[in-house]
């Protein structure tokens, strides 16, 4: 995979954005999070998952039997400060605002914590995209050309072959299909890791192939899964909602900007002042 230079980020965002858009379609940015951070979102995770029943998941269609094994921790970004931290981080920020514009919001921020034993998913594209093997759904001729997605992932557990750390397949996002059930064994054949070691931090691009694998080892393989979106897409998740008002209030511009409450539409245009709002010659 390639290593973003932090560096020498400001250098170097052409070959991210290239590698992200028309590239293997995934970079790392090792040691992105401390160890204190890894352990205070392992703590929030394994206690959630462990108290509450299991909760609405996908792309496990094929794993009925194992599926108490795999465990979906959401809307994290009310269950700890530390969430608040991880979905704002500076390197990851100034990533996600070159490559889907600089008013990106956050679709969600999910755990997916697979046990000993836990099942992989299909292989599949995420969403906007995840349900796109519904081909009507979506409009004539949409292509890979511009991003509307990025996703991050942050193992809080050693990511590799043994623990099911995530398969992806380089380039695969250049056509924007959802992989059809006659791809997979092309893609289990050819699919690399994002092995990674705890704190690491996993970006690629939505529309790039890719799964969950088994975890045959002995040992929790917890990731934090962060969406960024593009500022017109619909959130994943209904943060208005879900996030309580002292997370709101203690929030950075830039948490407010992910929680779409600087995004003004819909918009009731009725009762909206009477003023000019859009265009080139608007006076802001
Ligand atoms: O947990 C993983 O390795 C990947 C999860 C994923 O791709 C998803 O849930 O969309
Ligand atoms: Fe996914």
Request: charged letters at 25%; one cysteine or more; aromatic letters at 8%.
């Amino acid at each position: 995979m390639y290593e973003v230079d932090v560096d020498r980020l400001d250098e170097t965002m052409p070959e991210i954005l290239a590698e992200l858009l028309t590239g293997a379609g995934a970079v790392a940015i090792r040691g992105a999070f401390t160890a204190e951070e890894v352990a205070a979102a392992q703590k929030v995770i394994v206690d959630e998952s462990d108290a509450v029943a299991e909760r609405e998941t996908h792309f496990h269609g094929g794993n009925e039997d194992t599926i108490h094994l795999q465990r979906r921790v959401w809307n994290l970004l009310n269950k700890g400060e530390v969430f608040e931290a991880m979905v704002q981080h500076p390197v990851v920020a100034k990533i996600a605002s070159a490559f889907l514009g600089n008013k990106f919001i956050l679709g969600s921020i999910a755990a997916n914590r697979l046990l000993p034993g836990g099942p992989g998913q299909e292989p599949h594209i995420d969403y906007p995209y995840w349900d796109l093997y519904e081909r009507d759904g979506f409009p004539t001729a949409i292509n890979s050309s511009f991003p509307m997605n990025l996703q991050a992932t942050i193992p809080l557990d050693p990511f590799n072959e043994v623990s099911g750390a995530s398969a992806f397949l380089a380039r695969s996002q250049g056509e924007l299909i959802y992989p059809d059930t006659t791809d997979r064994d092309r893609f289990f054949a050819e699919a690399q890791r994002m092995s990674g070691d705890p704190g690491d931090c996993l970006l690629f691009n939505g529309m790039v192939w890719h799964c969950a694998m088994p975890n045959k080892s002995d040992h929790d393989r917890t990731a934090v899964l962060i969406e960024y979106l593009a500022k017109f897409v619909t959130p994943l998740e209904d943060q208005k909602s879900g996030v309580r008002q002292e997370v709101i209030d203690r929030g950075t511009p830039l948490l407010h900007q992910l929680m779409s409450l600087t995004y003004p539409y819909p918009k009731l245009f009725d009762e909206a002042e009477a003023k000019i709002e859009i265009g080139r010659d608007t006076k802001q």
